[in-house]
């Protein structure tokens, strides 16, 4: 099964705006490590801190 990124990106910033946790750390990660967004660490931790 070939990874997809942008949708995983689309599908975890959906989840984050209902307050999924699991989204928040996963699309936090991509954001980390500049898997299939530009690397923003600031976003990043954003995500991680917010209390999904």
């Not at 975890?12 to 490590?33: I, P």
């Not at 600031?42 to 999904?52: G, N, Q, T, V």
């Amino acid at each position: 099964m070939e990874k997809d990124i942008k949708k995983a990106v689309y599908y975890y910033s959906e989840a984050v705006e209902k307050e999924d946790l699991h989204a928040c750390w996963s699309l936090g990660g991509l954001y980390q490590e500049g898997n299939g967004v530009p690397k923003n660490l600031s976003k990043a931790y954003e995500l991680f801190k917010k209390r999904c």
